[in-house]
């Protein structure tokens, strides 16, 4: 199979969900990706840009979060790259369900429920910002 591959930028702004979502379902209907993880991949994006939007930032100025998404037969990578305050999901603590709701500390739901849906993820820091990579097998 082919290599399909779309990248695009988008504002620091969470009005550009909607264009996210689009790119999305291009990248579906590009690559033959299935409906099942497509949904999955809109719920990893959807929750990764709202995160650095919310919290990314620390001044109000404007700012570009890029995407590259590809698929390489089986596999699709996610890559996330955003100039925001360093943040290394791959060692944030981890979400525990178990815990009683009284007892639980605030945030982390995201980041449990982007591991849950993906095979792999890794983070790198560089001058230019946080890069996030996420591999997703469509079995």
């Not at 996210?20 to 299935?34: M, N, S, Y």
């Not at 698929?71 to 890559?79: D, I, K, M, N, Y």
Request: aromatic share 8%; hydrophobic share 35%; proline share 4%.
């Amino acid at each position: 199979m082919a290599r399909h591959e779309i990248g695009f930028r988008l504002r620091n702004d969470l009005s550009e969900l909607e264009t996210l979502r689009a790119r999305v379902d291009q990248f579906k209907t590009e690559a033959g990706i299935p409906e099942k993880a497509i949904f999955e991949i809109n719920l990893i994006l959807d929750e990764l840009f709202t995160n650095i939007v919310s919290c990314g930032y620390r001044d109000l100025g404007e700012h570009w979060v890029t995407f590259t998404l590809s698929r390489e037969g089986a596999v699709v990578t996610l890559c996330v790259t955003d100039d925001g305050v360093p943040f290394n999901p791959t060692e944030a603590a981890s979400f525990d369900p178990k815990c009683p709701v009284e007892e639980r500390r605030i945030g982390g739901v995201g980041i449990h429920l982007v591991r849950s849906l993906t095979d792999g993820m890794t983070y790198r820091r560089t001058e230019y910002g946080n890069t996030v990579i996420l591999r997703k097998k469509l079995v």
